[in-house]
């Protein structure tokens, strides 16, 4: 997969993506991102982005005509079918089924706003989706592009070591994930639960899918639906009724 990331801060891209699983996906060939700084399109000594917004008021607005020039170099790199995706508090919420779409795309354009936003021309013009990685201000938006490229990275085929781990990350099945326990097998008082020390692996999935929709219940009630949990494979009917129970109870509270 090709992506682009439009941005004034190319050196914060770069530079976080030499550690881990995406690191590791860009020396495998599996994934290439590049960057294109919207300042190398301007014409003014101070290579202006920004100017003050019409109609008054804080802060700055990223310019047009750089923004633009940017993200149309950036884009002609990239294969067809590849959207032009724009950081923004107001886009549609950033989760897993959005992630799992992503990645199936031959590539994608990020573009990382800065100050109070872009110019609505260039969203108007420039941009395909806009998407927000959560309900808070950044202040600006390399991060969230980071998280999706972090997030896309390890849906790719080949990245990860074993291509069971994204199956069962939090949110691949619409629950959060089991609790999971490595050596030793007692530490300050607190055991391993001796069914993970069984060996019976059909005891160990009834357990970790327990556990999965009890924390689910606990943590994220407005995850659990009953088409959400018709669609965990193989969970017993119990288990189903005891987690709609929980479900139940924690809106009950106001949780």
């Given amino acids: 997969m090709k992506i682009e990331v439009v941005t004034v801060f190319p050196g914060m891209i770069t530079g976080a993506l030499e550690f881990g ?8 060939g599996l994934l290439s991102v590049g960057t294109e700084d919207p300042r190398a399109h301007t014409n003014d000594v101070h290579r202006t982005v920004d100017d003050r917004p019409y109609g008054g008021g804080p802060g700055m607005v990223m310019k047009p005509e750089p ?22 508090a107001q886009g549609e919420r950033f989760a897993h089924a959005q992630a799992q779409e992503l990645a199936h795309l031959p590539g994608l354009l990020l573009v990382a706003g800065r100050y109070e936003g872009v110019d609505e021309r260039v969203v108007e013009l420039g941009i395909d989706r806009e998407l927000s990685v959560g309900d808070y201000v ?19 085929p080949g990245v990860l070591g074993d291509e069971r781990s994204s199956g069962e990350d939090s949110f691949a099945q619409g629950l959060l994930d089991w609790p999971h326990y490595t050596r030793p097998e007692e530490f300050e008082g607190c055991a391993v639960p001796p069914v993970l020390l069984s060996g019976d692996h059909a005891d160990i999935r009834r357990w970790r ?5 009890e924390r689910t219940a606990r943590r994220r009630p407005d995850m659990l639906s009953a088409a959400q949990l018709a669609a965990v494979r193989g969970a017993p009917s119990e288990l189903h009724n005891a987690a709609s129970r929980q479900a139940g109870a924690s809106e009950d509270r106001g949780e």
């Fill in 209 to 213: 899918l327990a556990r999965a929709l």
């Fill in 67 to 88: 923004m633009l020039a940017a993200i149309r170099a950036a884009h002609a790199r990239l294969p067809a079918g590849s959207p032009r995706v724009y950081l923004s």
């Fill in 138 to 156: 950044l202040s600006g938006g390399e991060l969230p592009a980071l998280t999706v490229v972090d997030a896309l990275a390890r849906l790719l």
């Fill in 21 to 28: 699983i995406v690191g590791r996906a860009i020396e495998r």
